[in-house]
């Protein structure tokens, strides 16, 4: 409904229409507000298209945990690994790394998992109620999810991340062999061992599903505009618009929610954010002979493997590189490696690949909250490998703030000045 009182309803203009930037569209349309997205490419041209789709509300253990220290150095070394770095690129990445390699203790794993945690533990829920009535809740699955590895012992060297998990309140059933192939035939005899979560989700076409919200943002009266965001204009401290490669968008709140892509624009607000791309692939076997019966984290090669529409996404492999650099080779050999090897015998039509951009921080934790003191700008990107989980989430903490409303979760481990110190 709209708000009416020109006093309270707010003009707010969205830089980026990913799932953070169409959740925080529609929450805020929900509060009567209007809104406008602006976007390069249009909605979901980003990480938001090429994602696993889980919902993974049980994702709350960073890659910077701190087994990472002791694991990554092998791990760059060898062929078979789900750890990539284009070395010509170690320069540029160096200061963030190090920052993103401090963190990777048990203190600062901890105060991860406790952020994470907050804004992903419902996210089904939070995703029921985002898209319930917009059209795209039909793209939104109830499931499983289920960790296949090749062996008890696997499991038992990722201990410390399950204990974290445990203390948040998950549970969940060991499977040996046998269980898991009741459980579901497909995987190959040789995964011995898997552990199932119940209460999780997936989306069965990200893509689209973004693209749905998009819409429905559109048919309540919010504006899509294709651009290049560049700046924000103020006029005596108030915000007034944003200016793009297509003119100015009149505004007088802005959400920066451009993913990866953040940083080089809050830098403009006069924020420093470190941010870095965790570069993500998928492939996709169009028309597969068989599926597995919920999304599976396939641990071995650090990816999931996704029931979708006419199509099973392997998704995940972290990989360093910068924005720029075109997708490595390796990544798609190792995806499609593992999953025949996973799946034997799976037949398809054919392989499609894909690469793109996890916004990620050196705590691992994104930054949601306003940047400048008048309470006009606001930050909500760095999702890294959660933001579809988490989107739904943000968007309404987001709205909460732009409408004063107080929050039942602790702000503070999202702020941005956390980066001043
Ligand atoms: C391989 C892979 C697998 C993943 N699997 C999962 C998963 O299973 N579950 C999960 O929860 N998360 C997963 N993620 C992470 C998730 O996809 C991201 O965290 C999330 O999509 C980030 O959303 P976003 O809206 O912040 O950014 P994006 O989706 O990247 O959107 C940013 C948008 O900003 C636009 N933009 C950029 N610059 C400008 C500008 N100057 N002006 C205007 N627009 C601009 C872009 O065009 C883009 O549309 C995965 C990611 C990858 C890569």
Redesign the pocket.
Known sequence: MKNTNSETRKKVAI?????????TAIWLQRDGHDVVL???????????????????AS?VIPVNEPGMLKHAPGMLMRADSPLFLRWSYLPKLLPWLLRYLSRANVKDTRSAVKALSAI?HD?YEQHLALASGTGAEKWLKPSDYVFVYDSRADFEKERFGWDLRKECGFEWDEFDADTLNAYDPVFSNDKKFAIRLTNHG?ITD?GKY?CALADHVKSEGGEIVI????DVESDQGKVVGVR??EGLVACDHVVL??????G??AKKFGVNVPLES?????IELVNPSVMPKS?IMLVSGK??V?PMEGRLRC???VEFGGLDAPPSKAPFALLKKQILQAIPGIKYDEIIE??????ATVDSV?VIGPVNKENSIFA????????????PKTGRMIADMIENRKSNIDLSPYKVSRFDQ
């Open positions: 830089i980026g229409a990913g799932i953070i930037g169409v959740s602006i976007d390069l490419e249009g909605p979901a041209a980003g990480a938001s298209f090429g994602n696993g789709g889980v919902l993974a994702a992903l996210s997936y990200p973004v651009a290049k965001a560049l793009t490669s929610a451009a993913g990866v892509w953040s080089p624009l965790e570069r993500g692939y998928h999304p990816f999931v996704t998704a995940g492999i894909w690469m793109g951009h996890r916004p994104p909500a990107f760095g999702h890294q490998h959660i933001g579809l989980t988490g989107g």
